[in-house]
């Protein structure tokens, strides 16, 4: 080694050996979980009205805005007999595969109707490939008290504009 690089070789030694003195930080997961970000984007939710019925009505707008195309939509038209969403359609089918997903949040930022959102859950692992696709009923969120499990008609007297506008109460 020539003598113009030993001074570069000492102060990389001199890293190294000041950090093997340092105390070390470690993490200790999963004794102890430390809450995330407030804008973490975890695992996506798709959101229901107060009166239970679903936000998402089939657009596919999510799928087309993904950049690792982890999302599967397969949208189908509401009856009087099964209604699902306010609108004409409904996602029928709702499938986002985390093998893939990168958490950008793009899909978030196309749903015209507030359907889809991040949660700031994190623990997401399955025994298979699988099992990280979530399918619709995994990613809808939990019913609230007072909400009604669809399919159910819309609020007596209201139309599907009350619903986009938030003018449909739990016991609507």
């Known amino acids: 080694m020539s003598d113009s690089r030993?001074?570069?070789?000492?102060?990389?030694?001199g890293v190294t050996f000041s950090g093997m003195f340092r105390k070390t930080i470690t993490e200790q997961y999963p004794e102890q979980k430390e809450p995330t970000a407030r804008r973490y984007h975890g695992r996506h939710q798709l959101n229901r009205y107060a009166d239970g019925l679903e936000k998402c009505i089939g657009c596919e707008l999510?799928?087309?805005?993904?950049?690792?195309d982890a999302i599967y939509v397969e949208g189908a038209d509401n009856t009087d007999d099964e209604r699902y969403s306010p609108g004409e359609r409904y996602g029928r089918v709702y499938q986002i595969n985390y093998l893939r997903c990168i958490g950008c949040g793009l899909c978030i930022e196309a749903c015209p109707t507030r359907a889809l959102t991040m949660t700031n859950e994190y623990e997401?692992?399955?025994?298979?490939?699988?099992?990280?696709?979530?399918?619709k009923d995994q990613l809808l969120a939990p019913m609230e008290?007072?909400?009604?499990?669809?399919?159910?008609?819309?609020a007596e007297g209201t139309r599907a504009e009350n619903y986009y506008r938030g003018d449909v109460g739990p016991d609507a």
Do not use: Q, S, V
Not at 62 to 68: G, N
């Open 124 to 135: 997401m692992a399955a025994p298979t490939r699988a099992g990280m696709i979530y399918e």
């Open 62 to 68: 999510c799928a087309w805005a993904c950049p690792a």
């Open 6 to 13: 030993l001074p570069d070789a000492l102060a990389g030694f």
């Open 145 to 154: 008290p007072g909400m009604r499990p669809t399919p159910h008609p819309m």
